[in-house]
C-alpha cells in the first residue's frame, strides 16, 4: 500500500465514470460538531397493519397486496416514469427538453416487515436475485425499454419512505446519465484492449489485495479505489458477464451470498441498520451487442464515524468534486474486519 495515499489530499481516477474524486485522509482527525442522524433502537414487528407493502394490505391506490410467502412485485403507485406518455421534443434555442417513458416496479423482498437483506439468509435472497432475473428480461423486451435499473434505498437517511424490506426497478427509453458515462468508458476499453475494463481491473485488485473484502468462487466483494462513499463497496462477478441473465443458478446463490455476507459486515460496523443506497448496473437492452458491459452492483453508504454521524455531499461536492476522509484501504479493513473467516 502506497504510504502517502494514506496520509496526503490527492485524487482518484474512477475507471468506469471518466471522473475524479478528492480524497483527504489527513481530515479523518477533524473533530465532528455537525449534524448527528437519529437511530431508532426499537424492533420492528413482523407485520404492520398501516404497511402499503405488508402481505394482505390495501394500498394508497384500493389494490390489496396478495398474502405473499416469499417476493412480491407490483408497479409503482406513483411512478416517476409514464408508460402512455405522448411523444413530443422542444427544441426552442437553449431550451431543450424530450419526452420519456418508462415502467416503474416495486420488489418487497419478504413479508416480513421487520427484515432487512442483512437479515435474509443466501437462499432467501436468491429468490430477490431471481425476481430481478425476471423484471430484467420481462420489462428489457419491451421496445420502448432501453435500460432498466434494479436498486434499493435503505433506512430513512437515505429517503426510504417505507421501512418494510424493498426495492425498486424503473425502466425507461434511454440510458440514464451514470450508465452512459460508464458504457462510454467500458466500450473505449474494450475496442482498445479487446476484453473486459472491469476483468482487468479485478485481476489488479486480487493481485494487491488491499480492498480485498470477501470473495467465492463467482464474485468478489471490493472498495473501489475511487469510491465516493465512506464505506462504499463493490460486488463484481469473476466472469465477463454483461448482465445478471449470464448468471447459472449456483452463481446466483453465490451472488446472494455476497449480498448476504456485505450486508450483515455493513450492521456491525456501527451497530445499526446500516442505511445504503444499491443498484445494479448492467448492458442496456436497447438490441445491441453491448459485449463491452461487465456488470456489477454497487453500495453507497452515508455513514462515516457512528451510526449517528452521517457524509453529506455539499458545498465543494456539489461544486467541485466528491470528496472522501476515509481512505479506500482503512474503509476495506474496517468492514473485512467483520466477515467471519469461514
Same mark, same amino acid.
Given at each position: 500500500?502506497?504510504?502517502?495515499?494514506?496520509?496526503?489530499?490527492?485524487?482518484?481516477?474512477?475507471?468506469?465514470?471518466?471522473? $475524479?474524486?478528492?480524497?483527504?485522509? @489527513?481530515? +479523518?482527525?477533524?473533530?465532528?460538531?455537525?449534524?448527528?442522524?437519529?437511530? !431508532?433502537?426499537?424492533?420492528?414487528?413482523?407485520?404492520?397493519?398501516?404497511?402499503?407493502?405488508?402481505?394482505?394490505?390495501?394500498?394508497?391506490?384500493?389494490?390489496?397486496?396478495?398474502?405473499?410467502?416469499?417476493?412480491?412485485?407490483?408497479?409503482?403507485?406513483?411512478?416517476?416514469?409514464? #408508460?402512455?406518455?405522448p411523444d413530443f421534443?422542444?427544441?426552442?434555442?437553449?431550451? =431543450?427538453?424530450?419526452?420519456?417513458?418508462?415502467?416503474?416496479?416495486?420488489?418487497?423482498? !419478504?413479508?416480513?416487515?421487520?427484515?432487512?437483506?442483512?437479515?435474509?439468509?443466501?437462499?432467501?435472497?436468491?429468490?430477490?436475485?431471481?425476481?430481478?432475473?425476471?423484471?430484467?428480461?420481462?420489462?428489457?423486451?419491451?421496445?420502448?425499454?432501453?435500460?432498466?435499473?434494479?436498486?434499493?434505498?435503505?433506512? +430513512?437517511?437515505?429517503?426510504?419512505?417505507?421501512?418494510?424490506?424493498?426495492?425498486? =426497478? $424503473?425502466?425507461?427509453?434511454?440510458?440514464?446519465?451514470?450508465?452512459?458515462?460508464?458504457?462510454?468508458?467500458?466500450?473505449?476499453?474494450?475496442?482498445?484492449?479487446?476484453?473486459?475494463?472491469?476483468?482487468?481491473?479485478?485481476?489488479?485488485?486480487l493481485e494487491k489485495?488491499?480492498? =480485498?473484502?470477501?470473495?467465492?468462487?463467482?464474485?468478489?466483494?471490493?472498495?473501489?479505489?475511487?469510491?465516493? $462513499?465512506?464505506?462504499?463497496?463493490?460486488?463484481?462477478?469473476?466472469? @465477463?458477464?454483461?448482465?445478471?441473465?449470464?448468471?447459472?443458478?449456483?452463481?446466483?446463490?453465490?451472488?446472494?451470498?455476497?449480498?448476504?455476507?456485505?450486508?450483515?459486515?455493513?450492521d456491525k460496523i456501527?451497530?445499526?441498520?446500516?442505511?445504503?443506497?444499491?443498484?445494479?448496473?448492467?448492458?442496456?437492452?436497447?438490441? #445491441?451487442?453491448?459485449? @463491452? $458491459?461487465?456488470?456489477?452492483?454497487?453500495?453507497?453508504?452515508?455513514?462515516?464515524?457512528?451510526?449517528?454521524?452521517?457524509?453529506?455531499?455539499?458545498?465543494?461536492?456539489?461544486?467541485?468534486?466528491?470528496?472522501?476522509? =476515509?481512505?479506500?484501504?482503512?474503509?476495506?479493513?474496517?468492514?473485512?474486519?467483520?466477515?467471519?473467516?469461514?
Open positions: 500500500m502506497n504510504s502517502q495515499l494514506q496520509d496526503y489530499s490527492h485524487k482518484r481516477f474512477n475507471i468506469l465514470t471518466g471522473e $475524479w474524486v478528492l480524497v483527504s485522509p @489527513h481530515r +479523518a482527525k477533524r473533530p465532528w460538531q455537525g449534524q448527528n442522524e437519529e437511530t !431508532s433502537k426499537k424492533k420492528r414487528e413482523t407485520y404492520n397493519e398501516n404497511c402499503y407493502l405488508c402481505a394482505g394490505n390495501t394500498r394508497i391506490n384500493g389494490e390489496i397486496n396478495p398474502d405473499y410467502k416469499d417476493v412480491f412485485v407490483f408497479t409503482n403507485d406513483f411512478a416517476a416514469l409514464q #408508460k402512455d406518455a421534443k422542444l427544441n426552442d434555442g437553449l431550451l =431543450i427538453a424530450e419526452s420519456e417513458k418508462g415502467i416503474c416496479k416495486v420488489i418487497c423482498f !419478504s413479508p416480513d416487515h421487520s427484515k432487512s437483506l442483512a437479515d435474509m439468509t443466501p437462499k432467501e435472497i436468491k429468490k430477490v436475485v431471481i425476481a430481478w432475473q425476471n423484471e430484467y428480461k420481462t420489462l428489457g423486451a419491451k421496445a420502448f425499454i432501453n435500460y432498466v435499473q434494479i436498486f434499493e434505498n435503505k433506512g +430513512a437517511v437515505m429517503g426510504c419512505s417505507n421501512p418494510h424490506p424493498h426495492g425498486q =426497478i $424503473w425502466s425507461q427509453s434511454t440510458l440514464p446519465n451514470e450508465v452512459l458515462k460508464k458504457d462510454t468508458q467500458q466500450l473505449n476499453y474494450f475496442r482498445k484492449k479487446n476484453t473486459s475494463l472491469l476483468k482487468d481491473y479485478l485481476i489488479q485488485e489485495n488491499e480492498r =480485498i473484502i470477501y470473495k467465492n468462487k463467482a464474485f468478489v466483494i471490493l472498495v473501489p479505489f475511487w469510491a465516493i $462513499w465512506p464505506f462504499e463497496a463493490m460486488i463484481v462477478p469473476k466472469k @465477463h458477464q454483461k448482465n445478471i441473465l449470464e448468471m447459472n443458478s449456483d452463481e446466483t446463490l453465490l451472488y446472494a451470498e455476497a449480498i448476504s455476507v456485505l450486508t450483515k459486515a455493513y456501527f451497530n445499526t441498520s446500516f442505511p445504503y443506497s444499491s443498484g445494479i448496473h448492467q448492458a442496456p437492452t436497447n438490441n #445491441k451487442d453491448n459485449t @463491452h $458491459w461487465h456488470w456489477h452492483m454497487s453500495f453507497y453508504p452515508p455513514l462515516l464515524r457512528s451510526a449517528t454521524v452521517k457524509k453529506f455531499m455539499v458545498g465543494y461536492e456539489m461544486f467541485g468534486t466528491p470528496q472522501r476522509d =476515509i481512505t479506500a484501504e482503512k474503509a476495506a479493513k474496517t468492514i473485512k474486519n467483520f466477515i467471519p473467516l469461514h
